[in-house]
């Protein structure tokens, strides 16, 4: 297992996603993965999640199934991710081949006071995804790597997993638009084109 050093950095790793966003839909599960993709850009087409945790991979695979034309990336943390290991099944079981599941695995719960999480004493969230039938899971720990993941996001590929050691870190907070409606109507509109 690597050490803190040895691992990335959770904004670099959302900013190497994102670089070629073009039509991406991106879902983001509460607390850090919502800070770290609004400190890149807050854009129309990101749905970040407020006091949901658990939800974020099923957001996604509403939201996939709803416009399997459009690829859609959810970016959450291990702690939501462990919350919600029973959307992975749900997930495998849809195929959706427009989505893809990213998590943003420190071995913390940041929004609590940085406890160590599950993953912290070995569990694997790329084998549960695996064993639930993801055709393509793995867990990175090299830039290259998530350099690789980014260009597989537009592919078509999945349902695929991806479960990235970060660095523990308590990152200033960039707080995206925390108004429900608000955020609801805007990514409609993104997507459909129309006004709401």
């Known amino acids: 297992m690597a050490n803190e050093a040895q691992k990335l950095d959770r904004r670099w790793v959302v900013k190497t996603l994102l670089s070629d966003r073009r039509d991406l839909l991106v879902v983001t599960g509460p607390g850090a993965p919502a800070y770290d993709t ?3 850009e ?11 945790l658990g939800s ?16 859609v990336v959810v970016i959450t943390g291990d702690g939501d991710m462990l919350m919600g290991m029973g959307g992975l099944a749900t997930i495998a079981v849809q195929k959706p081949t427009n989505l893809a599941i990213v998590v943003l695995d420190n071995e913390r719960y940041g929004e609590t006071g940085m406890q160590e999480s599950h993953s912290a ?10 064993d639930c039938g993801f ?27 991806a479960n990235i050691k970060v660095k523990a ?9 925390r108004d429900g409606t ?9 997507i459909l084109g129309e006004d709401t």
């Not at 974020?56 to 690829?71: D, E, I, N, R, Y």
């Open 169 to 177: 870190e308590d990152l200033s907070r960039v707080l995206p638009p």
């Open 182 to 190: 608000f955020l609801r109507s805007r990514f409609r509109s993104a």
């Open 135 to 161: 055709p393509m899971s793995s867990t990175l720990t090299e830039k290259s790597e998530v350099t690789s993941l980014a260009t597989k996001l537009h592919a078509n590929e999945g349902p695929l997993f």
């Open 56 to 71: 974020s991979a099923m957001v996604g695979l509403g939201l996939a199934l709803a416009q399997p034309s459009l690829p």
């Open 38 to 40: 609004a400190a890149l």
């Open 121 to 130: 004493f070995g569990v694997d969230l790329a084998a549960i995804a695996s």
């Open 42 to 52: 807050d854009h129309p087409c990101n749905f970040y999640l407020w006091n949901a």
